[in-house]
DNA sequence: GAGATTTGACCTCA
DNA sequence: TGAGGTCAAATCTC
């Protein structure tokens, strides 16, 4: 948990460390912007894989403000302003994910082990097994069954605001390549496998199923781990776009506007209705839709900071101001 | 044109 | 035999 904590405060300092350069940006070059976003992408994808696999099963709010006073000593102000605003509300989407397991073997592992494993941990499991599975397989077209032992199922609330037909990303991509009504089901199911499926032989699938007796909700059923990752050629985080031209005239809109479109997405409840309506909304990083993929990595840390019903250039300088006057004072410490 | 989704047809297995 | 999983052509978006 300490790194936890170490990456989102190493995340948001990088994020500070963008204000010179936006301000100055006709001096500076537009690679300069995109390697620090790509840094403080690569930063908070880090934190939350690591959040998520650590404290899954904990209860989120009363962990999260544990280790804040216990291992930050952050001001008490940013505590304030922490709790008040919808950060607690995003960790919780995330980590309340009610993880059950239909796989008896996979029971049989989190009990002996005492710790339940992240989904990343948990599918990398599922991935040995599988590719053993299928590589002593006949030459047949290898086809699963919904009652599978090899499998990881999960239930996430599904974005209450914006397009609630996507489910929540969760760190991949994925390309949808079935969908299918289902016997005694009222909705369909979807069929996803691994975007990167035939560049990295990647073999990971999942199947999304809305509830009947809930709509706001998602079961997802993994199969299969992510390989992709693991190649040495494979983007843990996707390459940047071809630099834009940005002009002194976009930065201006886009200081005179700071809510952008990609932070209106609220998270749920109130907070002056960030819906664009849009398909991201919800969806948070790894977003696809037709054609073209579109990732927000830092968009779900990045709402509870901007959108938080307050003035969101004051918030900001808060986080700022107080974290930077914590490393100070904790420098200072250490000298 | 590339790469995504949609959707009807096909295949496999219980 | 039918439900569930996958394929692949058509279509769509950027």
Not at 131 to 147: I, L
Request: glycine share 8%; net charge negative.
């Amino acid at each position: 948990m300490d790194e936890f904590f170490s990456l989102i405060l190493q995340g948001i300092k990088l994020a500070k460390d963008l204000e010179p350069i936006l301000q100055n940006l006709a001096t500076h070059h537009h690679r300069d912007m995109l390697s620090k976003l790509d840094e403080i992408i690569r930063v908070f994808i880090s934190a939350k894989e690591r959040l998520i696999n650590t404290h899954y099963h904990q209860d989120p709010s009363q962990m999260l403000f544990r280790e804040l006073q216990q291992q930050t000593q952050i001001d008490p102000r940013l505590q304030e302003y922490w709790l008040s605003t919808k950060m607690m509300e995003a960790f919780q989407s995330q980590l309340t994910a009610e993880r059950i397991s239909s796989s008896s073997g996979l029971e049989n592992k989190q009990a002996t082990s005492g710790m339940q494993m992240g989904s990343g941990d948990l599918a990398m499991e599922l991935g040995g097994r599988d590719v053993q599975a299928m590589a002593s397989s006949s030459t047949q077209r290898p086809r699963r069954r919904k009652d599978d032992a090899e499998n990881e199922t999960v239930r996430v609330p599904a974005p209450r605001m914006g397009n609630t037909e996507i489910p929540p990303e969760d760190g991949y991509t994925w390309r949808k390549y079935g969908q299918k009504e289902i016997l005694g089901a009222k909705f369909p199911r979807s069929y996803y496998r691994c975007t990167h499926q035939k560049l990295y032989q990647c073999p990971a699938k999942k199947q999304v199923q809305r509830l009947d007796d809930d709509p706001y909700t998602f079961e997802i059923t993994y199969r299969s781990d992510h390989t992709c990752h693991m190649s040495a050629t494979a983007p843990s985080v996707r390459p940047p776009p071809p630099p834009p031209e940005i002009t002194q005239e976009m930065i201006r809109t886009m200081v005179a506007q700071p809510p952008v479109p990609w932070l209106e997405f609220s998270l749920g409840g109130g907070g002056g209705g960030g819906s664009s309506g849009s398909s991201m909304a919800g969806a948070g990083p790894s977003t696809v839709r037709y054609g073209k993929e579109v990732e927000y990595p830092v968009a779900d840390m990045a709402d509870v900071m901007f959108n938080s019903g307050s003035s969101s250039s004051n918030s900001m300088e808060l986080i700022f101001t107080s974290m930077e006057d914590k490393w100070e004072a904790g420098g200072d410490k250490k000298n």
